[in-house]
């Protein structure tokens, strides 16, 4: 199984970017799919997750301004990212599997695309 994120760059702030991750071979029926990013210096975040069912959660820290979807025929996941902030300057990485509340056990990771907001 291979997660390939694409879609990041450099972006001025209140900008917006999609960021989109396409899976080549089978993840299970029940994983779960996810965006995380991480910081220079910092622990790697969870930002959001879609269940296999398509569920979501609302992060607070997110502030409505993203907004994550999953293309099963696609077998693509998308990050929606609206009003970038400075802040927001991380390195994103898909992830999938079935508990993807904690970076430890994600069972997959893409290899991270890099999204630089300037001020």
Known sequence: VQLQASGGGLVQAGG?????????GSIGSDDHMGWYRQAPGKQRKLINFITS????NYLDFMEGRFTISRDSAKNTVYL???NLKPED????YCASGLDLWQASTVRY???GTQV????
């Not at 069912?53 to 979501?56: C, E, H, I, N, V």
């Not at 300057?89 to 994103?92: G, I, L, P, R």
């Not at 630089?116 to 001020?119: G, P, R």
């Open 16 to 24: 917006s970017l999609r960021l989109s991750c396409a899976v080549s």
């Open 53 to 56: 069912s398509g569920s979501t």
């Open 80 to 82: 929606q990212m609206n």
């Open 89 to 92: 300057t991380a390195v994103y």
């Open 109 to 111: 990771w893409g290899q």
């Open 116 to 119: 630089t907001v300037s001020s």
